[in-house]
T-cell receptor, first 117, second 114 residues
Framework: AQKVTQAQTEISVVEKEDVTLDCVYE???????LFWYKQPPSGELVFLIR??????QNEISGRYSWNFQKSTSSFNFTITASQVVDSAVYFC??????????????FGAGTRLAVHP | DAGVTQSPTHLIKTRGQQVTLRCSPK?????VSWYQQALGQGPQFIFQ???????QRGNFPDRFSGHQFPNYSSELNVNALLLGDSALYLC?????????????FGPGTRLTVT
């Protein structure tokens, strides 16, 4: 069975602090994809990143960085120098590509991040 | 470039009624997926449509059905509404090739069942 666990329900930080959101996943597949989505109060899920299981290279995009470690089944997300606009619910998700190239996303419960000025 | 659009934004229904939600995919996308997000939880996959056929389904009862039109837009129908169907319903679209693995979401339809 596939499962995504985001143990941190809520995180509160002060602006400019660094913050790491944890994600642990379970799957028996050797090939899979991991994702992070941001959900602001408006409700729309915003795609942040997709990572293939065979690519463990960490990625940095501006203030965002992702640390993928297959040995611990983790895909953590760090925001450097957080800003108030980063306040949102963040979801980690897993998908298993089926033949034909289609998939469904399995989401964690989400981590609510509040960044205070 | 228009993103994924959904209608209506909000909806209030009574137990036992039926509801239809609509979704237009992002330009160039041909696959539509529907998710249900209960308050405080992550989205749960309902089903996915491609070439006007349902090709994947999550663990939802037959009261949940859908349709995809030739222009790739989609509808989600829920019959015999229960209080537990109150949720944010999200539509996601994706394209071909490696784009299938990147689903773009609409703003959702918030359904309240009273």
């Amino acid at each position: 069975a596939q499962k995504v666990t985001q143990a941190q329900t809520e995180i509160s930080v002060v602006e400019k602090e660094d913050v790491t959101l944890d994600c642990v996943y379970e799957t028996r597949d050797t090939t899979y994809y991991l994702f992070w989505y941001k959900q602001p109060p408006s409700g729309e899920l915003v795609f942040l990143i997709r990572r293939n299981s065979f690519d463990e290279q960490n990625e940095i995009s501006g203030r965002y960085s992702w640390n993928f470690q297959k040995s611990t089944s983790s895909f953590n997300f760090t925001i450097t120098a957080s800003q108030v606009v980063d306040s949102a619910v963040y979801f980690c998700a897993l998908s298993r590509p089926k033949s034909g190239g289609y998939n469904k996303l399995i989401f964690g419960a989400g981590t609510r991040l509040a960044v205070h000025p | 470039d228009a993103g994924v659009t959904q209608s209506p934004t909000h909806l209030i229904k009574t137990r036992g009624q039926q509801v239809t939600l609509r979704c237009s995919p992002k330009s160039g996308h041909d696959t539509v997926s529907w998710y249900q997000q209960a308050l405080g939880q992550g989205p749960q996959f309902i089903f996915q449509y491609y070439e006007e056929e349902e090709r994947q389904r999550g663990n939802f009862p037959d009261r949940f059905s859908g349709h995809q039109f030739p222009n790739y837009s989609s509808e989600l129908n829920v019959n015999a509404l229960l209080l537990g169907d109150s949720a944010l319903y999200l539509c996601a679209s994706s394209g071909g090739g490696t784009q299938i693995y990147e689903q773009y979401f609409g703003p959702g339809t918030r359904l309240t069942v009273t």
